[in-house]
Structures are given as C-alpha cells and as structure tokens.
C-alpha cells in the first residue's frame, strides 16, 4: 500500500510504501526544536520505498553540525518539515503530521521520554476541548 504526503502549501509532495520499518513519537529536545511541537511523530522507511512526486527542487535540507546524525528538512516555500534521507543513508524519516492519509499503524513507542519539557502531557491527561 501506498500512502502520499506533502508540506502545508502543497508544493512538495512525496509517496512512501507501507509498512513502516519504525513508527515513533520522538520527544528529544532537537525534535522538538525542528517541528515546534512537544514532539515529532517520525516515520522511517527504506530509501526504495520513497519517492517525491513534486516540488523535490523546493527542499531545504538542514544538517545539525552539532550532532553525528540529526537532520531535517522542510518546504522552501511554506516551511513545513517534509522527509529526509539520514545522513547514513539508510532511511528516510517522514514526519508523519505531513502525510495525507491514515496510514493504519500508530506510533509503537515514545523515545526519549525522559527528555520532554513538564508542558508535554500525553493526550490521555487532558480535556478534549472541539
Ligand atoms: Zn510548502
Ligand atoms: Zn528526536
């Protein structure tokens, strides 16, 4: 099966081939920092289950030089994190708030738990509000 995805704007658009090798919600601090949220649901496939359908051209790519491994990348346009291969080349990491439909898995785990900020409670410690 495959599912689509793309930035905010549109511009960017990709396709990946189910199943996930590794489907985590990832609460490090540089997660955090690059998707402004409490944390990034990251998707990772092999390279040849990937493939961009559009807009390749308008991705930015960013490697932390801080860090051995951490990268991401986003649309030039909109500055939505879309996927990036790993700076090993082994697989790519598809931030999964950019795909466009449900891909029938969830997250199997939180990493680096221990890491996230008091603020970020998980989604059973709060009302639903709309
Ligand atoms: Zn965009
Ligand atoms: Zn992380």
């Given at each position: 099966?495959?599912?689509?995805?793309?930035?905010?704007?549109?511009?960017?658009?990709?396709?990946?081939?189910?199943?996930?090798?590794?489907?985590?919600?990832?609460?490090?601090?540089?997660?955090?920092?690059?998707?402004?949220?409490?944390?990034?649901?990251?998707?990772?496939?092999?390279?040849?289950?990937?493939?961009?359908?559009?807009?390749?051209?308008?991705?930015?790519?960013y490697d932390f030089?801080?860090?051995?491994?951490?990268s991401?990348?986003?649309?030039?346009?909109?500055?939505?994190?879309?996927?990036?291969?790993?700076r090993?080349?082994?697989?790519?990491?598809?931030?999964?708030?950019?795909?466009?439909?449900?891909?029938?898995?969830?997250?199997?785990?939180?990493?680096?738990?221990?890491?996230?900020?008091?603020?970020?409670?998980?989604?059973?410690?709060?009302?639903?509000?709309?």
């Open positions: 099966m495959i599912v689509s995805g793309s930035c905010l704007c549109t511009s960017v658009g990709y396709e990946v081939r189910l199943p996930f090798a590794k489907f985590v919600n990832c609460h490090c601090s540089r997660c955090r920092k690059a998707s402004g949220s409490a944390y990034a649901a990251n998707a990772y496939v092999a390279p040849e289950s990937f493939r961009w359908t559009r807009g390749e051209s308008l991705v930015v790519r030089p801080q860090a051995r491994s951490f991401t990348s986003f649309c030039g346009k909109c500055g939505s994190p879309v996927p990036h291969l790993t090993s080349g082994r697989e790519v990491i598809v931030p999964a708030g950019s795909l466009n439909e449900e891909p029938g898995v969830r997250p199997s785990a939180n990493v680096h738990w221990t890491s996230r900020p008091r603020w970020s409670l998980t989604s059973s410690e709060l009302p639903i509000e709309g």
